[in-house]
């Protein structure tokens, strides 16, 4: 018999068999490679190489809260374990293209912002109970992006940076989605593509 699986991206939580629930299917999974300079707050100096799944997460959430012209523009990512300490692997990431008035596209987005006002991206990251407030800014590149429809979400691949509330020191990080589970090919010349993109770039205004 096949098992139930209820909904693609939900807290693993609440995952529940029920009359309703569709065959299963493969589940989506994500994935994150941080590195963080000492004296970055996020990561804390760290380097950090995390898997998640809806099966090994307290929390597996992927919010596509706006599209514009049929294409996503705001999207969200809740991931990961939940303990007060700071072995969990709870994740925040956020990027958003609605203060360019557009939807997402592949390709880079500079002198990003946790707050952005017109004209610029949103990139928000945040790690471990750690966050970041006013004054936080980096840059991103979208390396693949596909979308089903403007609420749906297939892949996503993107490099990030970014330095949290005036900081001088930078977090970065190489992060995959995909709503199959199937991880993307990324070889080690387009990880060094992004990462050196990403350093071209300053993290602050």
């Not at 990003?112 to 590149?141: D, E, I, K, W």
């Not at 993107?158 to 995959?176: H, M, N, P, R, V």
Request: hydrophobic letters at 40%.
């Amino acid at each position: 018999m096949k098992a139930l699986r209820c909904l693609r991206t939900v807290a693993a939580a609440s995952l529940v068999a029920a009359a309703a629930c569709s065959p299963a299917a493969a589940e989506p999974a994500a994935h994150v490679t941080m590195w963080s300079q000492i004296g970055d707050y996020i990561g804390a100096g760290g380097l950090w190489d995390l898997d998640y799944s809806p099966g090994t997460s307290h929390w597996f959430q992927v919010h596509v809260w706006n599209a514009i012209d049929g294409v996503p523009s705001n999207l969200e990512f809740v991931l990961g374990t939940s303990t007060p300490d700071l072995s969990n692997s709870s994740m925040k990431l956020a990027i958003s293209t609605d203060q360019l008035r557009r939807g997402i596209e592949i390709g880079p987005y500079l002198r990003a912002s946790g707050m952005p006002p017109l004209g610029h991206a949103r990139l928000y990251v945040s790690f471990q109970n750690r966050g970041c407030g006013a004054g936080t800014y980096g840059a991103f590149v979208v390396h693949e992006f596909r979308y089903a429809d403007a609420a749906t979400l297939d892949r996503l691949v993107l490099g990030f940076k970014q330095a949290c509330e005036g900081s001088t020191k930078d977090l970065y990080g190489i992060f995959w989605y995909d709503a199959s589970g199937q991880p993307p090919r990324i070889g080690d010349a387009t990880r060094a593509a992004i990462v050196d993109a990403l350093r071209a770039q300053p993290a602050r205004p």
